[in-house]
């Protein structure tokens, strides 16, 4: 029997995570130091566009005529704003290592707010279903790569990102179908958003990963520098590269190459252990190992 699609249940999950014991610091992945860098260094100015997209969506859903788009709207409004919430608080503990990400984290603040405020309708609507292009497709590339980037990492951290990723798949459609529900014959303005969100995306996170490079001491060997930048590079190419399908004028994020019917193996078992009461907000080792077994 073949699994359900992993778009098909959008479910909101009110976790709240403790960083006050996290037990490896900011540098959180054994598996990948970098790769925890490169993450601390993309959330800085996630939780921002989160709390911008909840908004745009409230203030364009009325306008909605398919009554299950507009229900998959208030599950994704709901699952991104407890992501924003955790977020944030991880932030401040990343602000006390790496003083530079307090002003990148006031400059996602107000870039977000302010496009919120002055931008138009269309842009707000575009940007948030090019940016959710690439939370999707990231979702799906770390969920694939699971023990190579997470197999050895904090406990909390661990199941910070797990759970982010998983529900980052579950709503991977939502905003595409917003902007089609809107915009039903722009396709050349949905592409224009994509290029538009990944730039911005690569810019702040490179800000912010450049510093956190800095301050972990990368820059005192050649081989640490340019380990860190290879991966920083490899992973943008990575998501650059799974982006080229959403330019069709048939794609679908249902029907992505990385997606379609396939259901990633470590997001089948977390739904089953957080579904079975398993604790969402600490994956201890054993747990890992159990999620990733084949």
């Known amino acids: ?13 009110q976790l709240r995570f403790d960083f006050d014991q996290t037990e490896t610091g900011c540098v959180w992945s054994q598996s990948s130091p970098e790769f925890s860098m490169f993450l601390n260094a993309l959330g800085i100015h996630v939780p921002y566009f989160e709390r911008f997209l909840v908004k745009v969506m409230r203030q364009y859903r009325s306008e909605l005529t398919d009554p299950s788009l507009a229900i998959d709207v208030q599950a994704i409004i709901g699952q991104e704003a407890h992501h924003a919430f955790n977020f944030v608080r991880w932030n401040q503990v990343l602000c006390a290592r790496y003083p530079e990400l307090r002003r990148l ?33 990231g979702g799906m590339i770390i969920l694939d790569r699971y023990e190579e980037l ?4 904090d ?59 800095n301050r972990e001491g990368y820059y005192h060997s050649v081989r640490k520098a340019v380990t860190g ?30 997606c379609n019917e396939q259901q990633n193996p470590v997001a089948v078992a977390w739904r089953d252990y957080v579904l079975a009461g398993g604790q969402a907000e600490h994956l201890d080792s054993q747990t890992s190992q159990h999620l990733s077994a084949p």
């Open 229 to 258: 930048w290879r991966f920083f590079f490899g992973f943008a190419w990575d998501l650059a590269r799974s982006a080229l399908p959403v330019f069709s004028r048939q794609y679908h994020p249902r029907t992505h190459p990385i």
């Open 105 to 137: 984290e006031q400059d996602a603040e107000s870039f977000f707010q302010t496009a919120f405020d002055a931008r138009s309708k269309r842009f707000k609507v575009g940007f948030t279903a090019g940016y959710e292009t690439f939370t999707f497709l």
């Open 150 to 153: 997470m197999g050895d990492a």
């Open 1 to 13: 029997m073949s699994l359900p699609h992993p778009m098909d249940n959008i479910v909101v999950r």
């Open 155 to 213: 406990p909390d951290l661990r199941a910070l990102w797990v759970w982010h990723q998983v529900e980052e798949v579950e709503h991977g459609a939502v905003a595409f179908d917003f902007y089609r529900a809107l915009y039903p014959d722009d396709q050349w303005y949905r592409r224009l958003m994509i290029v538009h969100a990944f730039l911005h995306i690569s810019w702040q996170t490179f800000k912010a990963y450049r510093h956190m490079m």
